[in-house]
């Protein structure tokens, strides 16, 4: 089963940026679309952007113009470069594959927007 370990997340005041990461554990990660979502306190898990294999990518209307999502197919790992954050981008952030079935989740890591 393919282990998944977000970092990168923090406290950051409005206007602010961040870049996460998430290395996957295994050989199959290069094969697969990815994704970050997100789950804010309350609320169900989004999609918030994906990656496909060959570098094709697709984003929320909510965070268009501000994330960006990457991907390192050597190094396993996918990233997401948050640009002017806002308040309503407090959330913990979670990468998993963009199509069922999912792997695990990890544990995530947490974005907090506040002055």
Do not use: H
């Amino acid at each position: 089963q393919v282990q998944l370990v977000e970092s990168g997340g923090g406290l950051v005041q409005p206007g602010g940026s961040l870049r996460l990461s998430c290395v996957a554990s295994g050989n199959i990660f290069g094969i697969y679309a990815m994704a970050w979502y997100r789950q804010a306190p309350g609320k169900r898990r989004e999609l918030v952007a994906s990656i496909t294999s060959g570098g094709s990518t697709n984003y929320a209307d909510s965070v268009k113009g501000r994330f960006t999502i990457s991907r390192d197919n050597a190094k396993n790992t996918v990233y997401l470069q948050i640009n002017s954050l806002k308040p309503e981008d407090t959330a913990a952030y979670y990468c998993n594959k963009r199509d069922s079935p999912g792997w695990y989740w990890g544990q995530g890591t947490q974005v907090t927007v506040s002055s």
